[in-house]
């Protein structure tokens, strides 16, 4: 029986081998594949000359030196080691994780308590989301901007009036280092917050209704159905919104280019605001080389944690 | 049906009416709700407020109201004086441009790749998918070099509203969510309309467009915002002071301009996310919403 | 411009909106994307001549039959280490003190007596501070190179270098005993009299911009700040002052002067380039040597409200700059008497060129020292000078 099974098989096989064989250019495009690509094109050209190509060159670029005029020289992994040997690395590390960790404080539970309560509003809750979304809509560069002139360290600053009302203050805000750090982290949080609580707000109400009947029926009270349903229910959402925070909070640019340059006294110097500096900092031309090295030195760190988190997190997440 | 006519499941209507529920849970609700009027709007209104107000007052009394009367000039010199109209005229054609890239990448791409399905379908999928994980700065400076010494044209783009224009189309968020939402059309139209004949490109354009309005909004909402909000990479390539948006230009003008003047050229700055945002909330919110739901 | 088309038909000038900043400068020098005649600081001149990166103008700049008038200190400022001339002076400033005579006065100080020492800035400072409320002296402390810019300008009045030698081969000198002293002058002000405000973050359109306000009793930046002042910040006049440096007594001691010059893309052909040089003769050279396009320089400005007769810094020698204000006194709009402080004492300084080498690292390096002292009471001086010492040197030796 076998034998005549595989017999048959190969017979289709073979059968299906000259079919595809016969195929010519011309079945390709009466069969609709010239139209096909004509409408890939676009897509194909922008990934490939805006993204794919970029990704090569920058692995590429951190392993030459360029200075745009002549053509690049490949120098190994000096670039590399010009990175790591630079004073400023460290100091910009500390800094970025430093800033991750403020937000996470400042920015994970807040609006997850804020869209509980949110989402058990009887009446008005798009009010709610819009007043909580409003932040978020406003450009970045006019929201550091604005906020730049509510931290005046002066005693007529915004801020500092505020807190005079209550005989605090005034205080330096963004003109010590132990202050500003923690300044930006909190401008970072307004202007971001609100779209967290949105997609918080999504997932909460999309919780089937039933398991909260069910733990009801338990005899649960709203802490514990809280605690035993809500949560559980929001893991997913809970964890990729973490892992999705540290990411973007790891390549926070616009906050300390705006606020502060890096300063006072290089406390806000991020690894962006470095690579920039690699970059972008010097009139006479910048070091493309060490900028992309580091580049690729935070892309693969982001890669690399991102997998350990999701490891460590997958038993948690199932169930 | 949609986050806000959903009916709040946690806190049944037996709970509300215990006491302590009503006291506790709606006192933090009010609460809330105060502290959002507060810190999301606030800030918002002392802009508005400040934007008219003259400088003077805003600096030495920054939280009174109009203490020497208000100052509606300061809007019109932003306007006139400072330039913001040019300025927010370039933002204007930044974002269309940007959006009608996006737009023509967007719905060709997931048309060919979900309806259509050639058999490479697969590997273009994967690659857009993977860029997903590389994170922007990645680019940044490869694209910077690649706009200063393009390779076809051999013409350096800087200055030129095509290197904001382009690179724009390379959004993996927009490859996912139209692909989405082209899968979950029914195919059945598709061929029903191919026994009647049609053609690839009358499907595009008589079906499936059509079809598309939903998620044509969802990209189109984002990805005006996008370019409104962008900074970095217009500062990168935009130079010529009298071609960058307003996100580049205004903190190019803060130390020349005063501040009653400049605040109001950040207000009018706002206007326009602000007014689409109140409009179109309900795409707003669904988009970021459905953002999530594809996170989790 | 219209007046030069019609004196030379066969060259047409078209100008180009044009703002420099450190990346879009370096990007359009790369793609080659720069004006024909552009125009560069002091500091930058001379290392891209070196790199090829500017025209040869030798030949043509020794062909102008003023040539010869030219002060030596400032054409060096644009002749490469091989002795090509690849950019021509259009404006010199040296670093002068600003300071707010209706401050001075509210304080009970004498605007027409400003300080001749730094024990005395000090001192006017904190009486500026107690008696109005507004910061004594400000110093510019942003990061990017203002702030080691300025703290650079203080140790020459005191005698110091920031660097000995030159080329690849210098010697970074950035911790030696006068920045050391300059920064703790930065440290009483700062701490101790509490005179120097509430902002320690201000670059050099900020601290115009400050002043202007009437928020700031003195500060030190060049000598032609005062058209800033009025373009940007539409300053009143009356309050302005200018003084100069108080210059320590030590043979060494001086003030830092700098400036702009133009110059000429590197890859234009013969043709281009004196046409080039034409114009920057007709409209840059020019007015400073003869008198009819002095005159009507100095009237089209003063018709459009612009300053005329801010002090500058003599390109030629002293004899040929008080000659060219006498030609265009009638339409000085600026204070002279305001800054007769400085007008008085300037010639008498010894002018001093920046740090030649790697100039913009030496001065980055100096930034966060100076934020360091201006936010944190307790920071160590001396560790923090050996840290940029060992940052500029590095810089130095790979030629940035």
């Known amino acids: 029986m076998d034998a005549i099974a595989e017999i048959e098989v190969e017979g289709a096989a073979l059968a299906r081998r000259q079919y595809r064989v016969r195929r010519s250019p011309l079945t390709w495009v009466r069969g609709g594949g010239l139209s096909t690509l004509l409408f890939v094109l676009p897509r194909l050209l922008a990934f490939g000359a805006f993204s794919w190509y970029p990704i090569v060159r920058t692995v590429v670029m951190s392993l030459q030196h360029t200075n745009l005029v002549e053509s690049p020289t490949w120098v190994g992994f000096d670039n590399f080691r010009a990175v790591l040997n630079d004073p400023l690395l460290p100091i910009a590390v500390k800094n970025t994780a430093y800033f991750a960790f403020l937000a996470l404080i400042f920015g994970y539970p807040v609006p997850l308590a804020a869209a509980v309560l949110m989402s058990e509003a009887r009446r008005g809750r798009s009010l709610y989301s819009v007043l909580a979304y409003l932040p978020v809509v406003i450009p970045p560069v006019v929201a550091v901007l604005l906020w730049k002139t509510f931290y005046d360290a002066g005693s007529v600053g915004v801020f500092n009036t505020v807190l005079g009302w209550g005989h605090l203050g005034p205080y330096p805000w963004l003109q010590s280092q132990s202050w500003a750090m923690p300044s930006l982290v909190l401008e970072s949080t307004w202007a971001n917050a609100g779209a967290t609580v949105i997609i918080y707000l999504a997932a909460l109400t999309a919780v089937n209704p039933e398991l909260y009947e069910a733990a009801a029926v338990d005899g649960a009270t709203l802490w514990q159905k809280v605690w035993h349903v809500t949560l559980p229910q929001l893991r997913g959402v809970l964890l990729v919104t973490m892992i999705l925070q540290i990411i973007g909070t790891a390549q926070v640019f616009l906050e300390p280019f705006l606020f502060t340059s890096g300063g006072p006294a290089n406390a806000t110097l991020t690894v962006l605001l470095l690579i920039y500096d690699y970059a972008f900092g010097n009139s006479l031309g910048g070091d493309y080389g060490m900028a992309t090295a580091l580049s690729l030195m935070l892309a693969v760190f982001l890669a690399l944690f991102s997998l350990a988190y999701l490891r460590a997190t997958r038993s948690w997440s199932t169930e | ?296 | 411009m219209a007046q030069f088309e019609k004196a030379n038909p066969s060259i047409k000038v078209k100008p180009v909106e044009y703002q420099w900043t450190a990346p879009s400068f370096a990007a359009k020098l790369a793609a080659g994307t720069l004006p024909t005649v552009f125009e560069v600081p002091f500091t930058d001149a001379r290392t891209l001549g070196d790199n090829g990166q500017l025209a040869d103008l030798t030949g043509g700049a020794r062909a102008l039959p003023y040539f010869s008038k030219y002060n030596k200190a400032v054409l060096a400022e644009g002749t490469d280490s091989k002795g090509r001339i690849i950019a021509l002076p259009k404006g010199a400033y040296a670093q002068a003190l600003h300071y707010n005579r209706k401050l001075f006065a509210e304080a009970g100080l004498d605007p027409n007596k400003p300080p001749k020492t730094w024990a005395q800035v000090i001192r006017d400072a904190l009486q500026i501070s107690q008696k109005t409320g507004k910061a004594g002296y400000v110093q510019m402390a942003k990061d990017d190179n203002t702030a080691g810019w300025i703290l650079t300008t203080l140790v020459y009045t005191l005698g110091g270098r920031m660097e000995k030698g030159s080329g690849k081969d210098a010697v970074a000198t950035l911790n030696n005993a006068q920045t050391v002293t300059a920064l703790n002058m930065l440290k009483r002000m700062r701490w101790t009299d509490n005179s120097m405000g509430s902002n320690f973050d201000y670059g050099w359109s900020d601290i115009n911009q400050a002043f202007a306000a009437g928020n700031v009793g003195m500060y030190v930046s060049g000598s032609d700040v005062y058209t800033n002042l009025v373009q940007a910040s539409k300053v009143d006049p009356s309050i302005y002052g200018l003084a100069a440096l108080p210059i320590a007594k030590s043979k060494n001691a001086g003030v830092l002067g700098g400036g702009t010059e133009v110059a000429v893309k590197p890859t234009v052909g013969d043709a281009e380039k004196s046409a080039a040089l034409k114009w920057i003769d007709f409209f840059y050279e020019r007015p400073l040597v003869t008198k009819a396009r002095a005159r009507q320089n100095a009237s089209t400005l003063a018709a459009n409200k612009q300053p005329v007769g801010v002090p500058a810094l003599p390109l030629f020698n002293k004899k040929q700059y008080d000659l060219a204000n006498t030609w265009i006194k009638p339409f000085i709009n600026v204070p002279l008497g305001q800054m007769k402080p400085f007008l008085t004492d300037i010639f008498g300084q010894t002018l001093i060129p920046e740090p030649a080498a790697s100039t913009q690292s030496v001065y980055h390096a100096l930034d966060p020292v100076v934020e360091a002292v201006l936010t944190d009471r307790n920071a160590n001086i001396q560790s923090l000078l050996d840290q940029a010492n060992k940052t500029a040197q590095a810089a130095i030796s790979s030629g940035k």
């Open chain 2, 1 to 296: 049906m949609s986050a806000e006519e959903r009916p709040a499941a946690l806190v049944t209507p037996t709970d509300w009416r215990r006491p302590g529920v009503r006291l506790g849970l709606g006192g933090a609700q009010v609460l809330l709700l105060a502290a959002l009027v507060v810190v999301g709007l606030g800030p918002i209104l002392w802009l508005a407020k400040s934007a008219i107000t003259p400088t003077a007052d805003t600096i030495g009394h920054p939280m009174a109201l109009f203490p020497h009367g208000s100052a509606w000039s300061n809007l019109r010199e932003a306007w006139v004086e400072v330039d913001v109209g040019r300025y927010f005229w370039n933002t204007v054609v930044l974002a269309v441009g940007s959006w009608l890239v996006q737009i023509v990448v967007a719905t060709t791409g997931g048309y060919a790749l979900s309806v259509l399905r050639p058999s490479y379908a697969k590997v273009i999928n994967a690659l857009l998918l993977m860029t997903l994980f590389v994170p922007a700065v990645v680019l940044l400076v490869p694209l910077y070099i690649e706009i200063v010494h393009p390779p076809i044209v051999h013409h350096s783009l800087i200055d030129s509203y095509w290197a904001v224009w382009l690179p724009a189309g390379a959004s993996a968020f927009n490859v996912i969510i139209v692909k989405r939402f082209f899968d979950n059309l029914p195919r059945e139209i598709f061929e029903a309309a191919r026994i009647d004949g049609a053609g690839p490109f009358t499907l595009f354009t008589k079906i499936v467009l059509p079809m598309s309005k939903p998620i044509l909004g969802v990209v189109s909402v984002f990805a005006l915002l996008a370019s409104w909000k962008d900074f970095l990479w217009p500062l990168l390539v935009l130079t010529d002071p009298n071609k960058q948006p307003l996100s580049v230009r205004l903190p190019t003008i803060q130390s020349q301009t005063e501040l009653g003047v400049f605040l109001a050229a950040m207000f009018i700055a706002c206007l326009v996310p602000i007014a689409g945002f109140l409009i179109f909330q309900r795409s707003f919110l669904r988009g970021s919403g459905m953002g999530g739901a594809i996170k989790g």
